[in-house]
């Protein structure tokens, strides 16, 4: 009798769980808070990275890891800001990964940050499965996307640190319930804090920058963040 070679196939997630930990490591001893912004496309998290760049550079320094299947126009956009930034091209991938993130950390002066945002592919569904050893995880749901998303994208918004309900301002254009979206979260989430926000106006903005703040203040303290 014969005996099959059986081929074995190792979970992608395992490798990806170390990779994150390691990357978790560096950028703690480099006291550095790392914020893994997951949503939708277009939902506003290139424009809420340079709404937030003046209130930031007051106070933190940062910089982006940003995520695209293709093209440069977004890191473009934070370049102009004078911001460091590098661009991941995940050249078809629907998420980032932990290897990406940890071999673009070879390329930043981490001494010099307080904040890395890693402005993840516009996707509501991958990103959600991966740790890319970030420290907190913001989901953004724009106004604009319908208030079934906490519904029918239930992961990414349970896992979530922060929820930020963006594009606020255009809301009156949009038959988006708040009440119904707020419920259908805390269901899945009862601890995370919820802003709601604009880009544009400004609304909002104050809060986000408080929430930034305050990670970077507890990451050097044993003391509880406050929601």
């Known amino acids: 009798m014969t005996i099959q070679k059986i081929q074995t196939l190792h979970n992608v997630f395992g490798r990806d769980r170390a990779v994150a930990d390691e990357t978790r490591?560096?950028?703690?001893?480099?006291?550095?808070?790392?914020?893994n912004m997951i949503s939708g496309p277009g939902a506003g998290k290139t424009a809420l990275l340079e709404a937030s760049a003046a209130e930031l550079d007051k106070a933190l320094c940062f910089a982006v890891l940003e995520g695209d299947i293709a093209t440069t126009k977004d890191a473009q956009r934070i370049a102009r800001l004078g911001v460091p930034v590098i661009q991941l091209l995940t050249d078809g991938a629907c998420h980032l990964d932990a290897p990406l993130i940890y071999e673009a950390l070879k390329k930043l002066d981490l001494?010099?940050?307080d904040l890395l945002f890693i402005e993840n592919v516009g996707n509501l569904v991958c990103p959600a499965n991966f740790d890319l050893g970030e420290d907190v995880r913001v989901a953004l749901l724009s106004v604009t996307e319908g208030d079934d998303k906490p519904l029918k994208y239930p992961l990414l918004f349970q896992?979530?640190?922060?929820i930020v309900?963006?594009?606020?301002?255009?809301?009156?254009h949009t038959d988006f319930r708040i009440d119904a979206v707020v419920a259908h979260m805390r269901r899945l989430n009862p601890s995370a804090p919820i802003i709601e926000l604009s880009a544009r106006t400004g609304q909002g903005i104050g809060q986000w920058i408080d929430w930034l703040?305050?990670?970077v203040h507890c990451s050097g303290s044993s003391e509880p963040a406050l929601a």
């Open 165 to 172: 309900l963006s594009k606020i301002d255009l809301l009156a």
């Open 111 to 113: 001494s010099s940050l």
């Open 159 to 162: 896992k979530a640190d922060l």
């Open 25 to 35: 490591r560096l950028l703690k001893a480099s006291g550095v808070v790392a914020v």
């Open 213 to 215: 703040k305050q990670r």
